[in-house]
């Protein structure tokens, strides 16, 4: 399926979900199914299919729409990372990186809004607390 990576000038992939790897589309104009990043060497995928929305890390998926997900973002500003975790009651994914305000002096992370705008796991985040957003993708990207 075709996904575009939002936090990387929008360029098209090609996301294979039965392995979760991306491959670069240059000039694909097909219309995307979702979004895509790499995170930490993490492949990070959220996506329509057969209505629902999904959110992919590497080979392990999860139904947005289910109410047994559960989504933690949050960051240790000491250390300047960033940890988001997924899970349910069969699987779980952790992933612990840079946060994207790590490198400018001065900054306090004490706009928590703009972690949506800034990293895609945040954007992430976002859309799993705010079930209207997720029907509006669902539309979208049907």
């Known amino acids: 399926m075709i996904l575009t990576k939002p936090f990387d000038n929008g360029d098209r992939v090609e996301f294979d979900i039965s392995n979760g790897i991306a491959a670069l589309m240059p000039g694909v104009t097909e219309k995307p199914q ?26 392990q998926r999860w139904d947005l729409s289910s109410g047994d997900v559960v989504l933690k973002y949050f960051h240790n500003l000491a250390q300047k990372t960033t940890r988001f975790e997924v899970y349910d009651a069969d699987k779980s994914a952790v992933i612990e990186y840079r946060s994207w305000w790590s490198d400018i002096p001065g900054f306090e992370a004490v ?6 705008d800034e990293d895609f796991l945040g954007y992430v985040y976002a859309i799993w607390k705010n079930q209207q957003l997720q029907k509006s993708l669902i539309k979208h990207w049907g």
């Open 34 to 59: 979702g979004n895509y990043a790499l995170v930490n060497s993490s492949n990070v995928a959220i996506y329509t299919e057969r209505g629902k929305l999904f959110l992919q890390v590497d080979l």
């Open 111 to 116: 706009e928590p809004e703009m972690d949506e």
